[in-house]
């Protein structure tokens, strides 16, 4: 099909298909003549994954095209191509050196101790937990922190139904795109249900249900 | 304290701490002189919390605006403060037409019915988790759908104990504090904790401990 029907059938304007095409997001359709250029369902189904990324995930340009790169390198293994994925969507965050940020650092490295996980120590999201403790002990709020063992047991169990899900699947290339959605979507569908959830526990509260 | 007092203690800029004045999200000094003002505790908390509502909750200006007006309305209840906060920091979404719309519609109907939840339809989560669930449907991926359960318990669980530590503090503000920060650090704090708890999971399942 020419790039107005991948417009058409993908809902994507013809200029923000242009657009990832210089961005390397999308792969260029075969050439017909100097000016034309043919696509297929391949560049469709990419583009959907693109807008997921980007629209419904928040990725930035730089993190989704990390992610495509490490979906499209031959003989993927599901374990490292998670890892990349979960690396481009995770902030990178500079360590600090004050009271706050040492004690938050104990606190998490307990946790994992306590639980039995293997990570590695380059996985950025240590940072990033670590960083939101140590914001929270700032601003004299220990609640998150009297919470952190509720989050890591919801954690580990939403783990290991993904994965569980993902292992289902049969070929790799499949169970790739199912870990790298699990992760793209599921931050923010985790985000969206809690409000749901809590919206219900403050109703119950505030009825005396609770 | 003067202003650069204020931002030698909090580590905030003094051109920063201007724009949030400008901005509405601290208020204004104490005017001592037509160029000087006087600042106190009250300032030096309030730009703790504005800098972990952008730069680790990373709302938006507008909605930190939104948040802390909230907090600072006389007689805010909990469960008031709590929706607009919330409200304030979920993404608004446009409902479409297309049928993945409507099929994830009616399985987000299905689950907060089937859960009991009550959340009124004007809760903006809602529109985020259809969003979410159609365009998992769109790329073909059913992994979400079947996971969404898992989701509900994982958050229905978190908040029934973020309620029970809200509910563990004295005053109004300290609650409605914790309150706000669960949400705006809260969901960070999850996504990062999941990844944790992803890469050990695929670390046990890739060494067949799984």
Known sequence: MRIGELSRLSGVTVPTIKYYLREGLLPSGE?????QAQYGEVHLQRLKLVRAMLDVGKL???A???????????????????????????????????????????LVTGLVAEKGWHVKPTNPAWQAVIQ?????????????????????????????????????????????ESAVLGTVLGDPLMAAVRQLAREDASYRSMVGEA
């Open 60 to 62: 930035s340009v730089t």
């Open 132 to 176: 939101i403790m140590a914001t929270s002990r700032d601003l004299g709020q220990d609640d998150l922190a009297a919470l952190l063992g509720d989050y890591a047991d919801a954690a580990e169990r939403l783990a290991a139904a993904e994965l569980a899900a993902i292992g289902r699947r049969s070929d790799v290339d499949s169970q790739v």
């Open 31 to 35: 050439r017909t003549s100097p000016n």
């Open 64 to 106: 989704a095209r990390e992610v495509l790169a490490a979906i499209d390198s031959p003989g993927s293994a599901l374990h490292g191509v998670l890892g990349v994925a979960q690396s481009a969507i995770t902030p990178r965050v500079a360590a600090s050196d004050d009271d706050n940020w040492k004690a938050a650092e104990d």
